[in-house]
Structure formats: C-alpha cells, structure tokens
C-alpha cells in the first residue's frame, strides 16, 4: 500500500515563529489532507489538498503532486497551534480510504 | 450544523468482553469510515461505508464488525476484546458520494481493554 512519511517528527518553537511541516508519500494520489489533533484527540480538518496552493489565515499549504510531497506552513505560530499534525492520502486507485502519516508533533512555547 | 458525534466518549472494558461504539454522520452525508488510533500513532482505517454498504476494510481481524443504518448512522462492533484493542476509535464523515472527498472526524470514543 501507499506510505507516507511526515518530518520533523517533533519540533518546538518559540511563540511567534514560523514552521514548514512535510508530508512525502510513495504513489501518485487523488486525495490529500492536513489534520492537526488537539491535546483531546479531535481531528480539525485544516485542508483538503490533494495538488496546488491554499491558503487559511496564518496556515498554507502546497501540493506538488508531481514530486509526491506536501508541506504546511504555519506562520507567527501560537500556543494553541500546539498538538499532532497529521497528513493523510487515499491512493490514486481509489481504495476509498485514508492513509495516515506518523505525524509531527508541534510544540510552541509562550 | 451538527458535526460528527459519537458515543460513548470513554469506555473500560474487560478482556474477552463485546463492545459496540455508534456514530451519527454530518446531516446530508452518506458515508462513514472508522479509524483506530493506538498511542503515539496516526489512526488506521478499520471499515468504510456508504448508502449502507460496505466500501472498504483494513487489515484487521473478523472480531471487528460494522454496520449503516438507513439514516446514516453506523455501528463499530468488536468482539473477544483483547489488551490490545485499547484504543481511541475515530469515526469520519464524507460527502454525499462514495469517494473520500473531505473527512470530518467525530470526537472520538476512548477504549481501554483490562
């Protein structure tokens, strides 16, 4: 099946600055999306990505589905972008599920 | 709007024990997906379904069932429960059709297995 690897595995920041989170998988996909889990275990859908750019307040991300990587910025970071960020695929052929990566676990100190 | 909700939020159960968690999907969407998150792990797909069919399985034993009712809703069941079955179990709502389009997960309901 399709793997995707997320990097850094873990990373701590000052409050205020700015972040830049991948997510690499192995197969050509129709589905990317960005997920940060709070401290309670819930899922917040940040974006639906599988190619191109968007845009949400102080989050980006980019798809290049081309070189089958993606990233997440997170700009003038704050304590409650704190938790797990957690990019997931479905495969191109269409198996109708999600594929998580192993998440970066993000941490901003005030 | 209502998001996903899921019952119940925490659960202990003892080894050997059943278990049935509930799901109600986003008003209007069609399909639901389950997902077990163990510890310091990105969730794994369990089951999908949709229009009460069953789309799709991840790789996991017969002792976890599912099932959708008409309205949508849909049930997790887990049988002969083992220590390794504690877990968070994530269910996620998808649009109107089939395909994965955009997930939303529900809160989740904890399992601990004793």
């Known amino acids: 099946g399709i793997q995707v690897e997320q990097s850094p595995p873990d990373l701590i920041l000052q409050e205020g600055a700015n972040s830049t989170l991948r997510c690499n998988f192995s197969?050509?996909?129709?589905?990317l999306q960005w997920f940060h889990q709070n401290p309670w275990g819930q899922l917040i859908n940040l974006f639906y990505?599988?190619?191109g750019t968007k845009q949400n307040g102080r989050l980006s991300a980019t798809t290049v589905a081309t070189e089958r990587y993606s990233l997440l910025y997170i700009s003038s970071s704050q304590t409650t972008d704190s938790g797990v960020y957690f990019c997931a695929v479905e495969g191109d052929f269409g198996n109708e599920k999600l594929t998580f990566g192993t998440g970066t676990r993000l941490t901003i100190i005030p | 709007d209502a998001g996903v909700t899921q019952s119940p939020t925490h659960l202990i159960k003892t080894r050997g024990q059943h278990v049935t968690l509930r799901c109600s999907p986003i008003?209007?969407?069609?399909?639901v997906s389950w997902y077990q998150q163990v510890l310091g792990q990105g969730p794994q797909f369990i089951f999908q379904y949709y229009e009460k069919e069953e789309r799709g399985r991840g790789n996991f034993p017969d002792r976890f069932s599912a099932r959708q009712f008409p309205n949508y809703s849909s049930e997790l069941n887990v049988n002969a429960l083992l220590l390794g079955d504690s877990a968070l179990y994530l269910c996620?709502?998808?649009?109107?059709?089939?395909?994965?389009?955009?997930?939303?997960f529900g809160p989740g309901t904890r399992l601990t297995v004793l």
């Open positions: 990505i599988p190619s």
């Open positions: 008003s209007g969407h069609k399909s």
């Open positions: 197969d050509s996909v129709n589905n």
């Open positions: 996620a709502s998808g649009g109107e059709g089939p395909s994965t389009d955009t997930q939303y």
